[in-house]
């Protein structure tokens, strides 16, 4: 018996605010790449001819690739105890995760703004250990941009990692480990295999993450990390250049939604919502 | 069996652990001692301490009046997503909609398209309708930015409540909406106070579309904050930013208060 549907009304507001207030601007912004000055592709030639615009795409896809391993190898051990460790710890760890991935952005930059200046905290510590005589440029640059991205994006990875390690059956590994294999024999063939699902999802979240910054790059980076979300505000704002600025959307949008594809095709989406 | 290297693992996964809870907790420490700082600018540790940089908050009619911004954007933008993020998640998961995994996925789309392409998008379409610079305009780019979550949340809520309680109430003789106000809804309430929740803690954030629809003289804490980081700041975004996180450590308990009701409902 086919039942029919129902509450399909409840839909509607929902559906008309984000067709008007979403769709509809990022269409037409995404549009404004073929129209802007003049119909046609000149702005995807413009992008292609000067170097600045290809070496902020670059620059965008390195920063990216750097802090998606740096943010799974720490996210990994976090996931694991919260998923072994015992309900105390799996508390604990929930909420530290939790915690700073509700506070403001803007509040973190700050903090990391603060910890890391010239005469700050942690040049102050590594200098009374004596491990630096000066102080070390952590801000402005590729160090300062990673130390407040990472740990924004942490809980990306976390809570996927840890979704996709609580199914795991634990005798499994115990099953391995019987039959003679060392604990990191079993590691590497039986619990990373089944980790898969939750590291690539979490790893294309962080990397699509990444890809769009916007406010880190702009606080804790220097002018070398200019990425590609800057440099579409600057051709808003700075230049009114709103051809090259949907190019530019375009391109990320583009990515953005080929890794999610990917992802789509290997894992299921339906894993992000879980 | 062979257990040779599990210490060491754990050894390692320990270290990392408090690793990362240091490098989680460690800014927010920081942002809560500097408030207190009688300092004139950010040394840490701060040399004495004193109120003063919250009385330069409150007494700075820039900070103050964004503080009302803020307020007057995320109150109707929370409402306005809770209402129609909860009226979608009910009829995606009760509505036996055919594609509802399509329509779930489009609800969802705010969140994949990075922020930037929004707010320039809706900077370019309010420029020719006058929104920009005026609250209705943070209003509706807000309610896009934070609808995705009340979906999320209530959505996740709806799933673990049995619909045979409903159908009860109607064999009983319940009309339908006598149903959803007495039964569903109770029932539903906590999932849909974490998804107010957090619309309003993810309004009062953002930046990026704020950014550019707001202007000189309707300016969220947000925009402010930024303006303030931007330029040469002082331990004053240390007093609001210790607030702000005051105020989602509230929504957290909120939010965690409202999970423990609903486990509580269920057993």
Redesign the interface.
Known sequence: MKRPARHLWLLLPALLVLAVAFLWPVGWLLSRAFTQPRPGLQNFVLLWQHPIYLRVVWNTILISAIATPITVLLGFPVAHAMTHGGPRTRRWLIFLVLVPFWTSLLVRSFATIILLQRHGPVNGTLRALGLIGQPLPLLHNLTGLLAGAVQVLLPFVIFPLYAAMLRIEPSLMQAAMTLGARPVRAFLRVYLPLTLPGLMTGATLVFISTLGYFVTPALLGGPRQLMVAQLIQDEIAQFGNWGVAGALSLVLLAATGALLWLLHRTVGLGAIAR | ??????AG?RA???A??V???A??????G??LI?SFSAAPF????PPGWSLRWYRSLFDDPAWVDSIVTSIEVLVPAAAAST???T??A???V?????GAGL?????M??L???????G??????FRGLGLNGTLPGLI??H??LT?PYV??TVGAALRGLDPQLDAAAATLGAPPLRVFRRITLPLLLPGVISGLLFAM?VS??E??VS?FVSSARVRPV?VQ??SN??GD?DPT??AI?AL??LF??L??LGEALARRRAAGLHT
Do not use: E, K, N
Request: net charge positive.
């Open positions: 069996m062979r257990t040779d290297g599990l693992w390692l996964r320990h990392v652990c690793l990362v809870a490098y989680m907790l460690a800014p927010l920081i942002v500097i950010l040394q840490f540790p209402l129609m993020g009226a979608a009910f009829a995606l009760r509505g036996r909609i055919p329509i779930l996925a489009v609800l789309l705010p994949v398209v990075p922020t930037i392409i929004t320039a998008g809706l900077f370019g379409v509706i780019g309610v896009v609808m979906v999320a803690v009062f954030d930046l990026i950014l947000a904050m930024w980081l931007r700041f975004i240390a930013a702000s996180f989602a450590l929504a957290l």
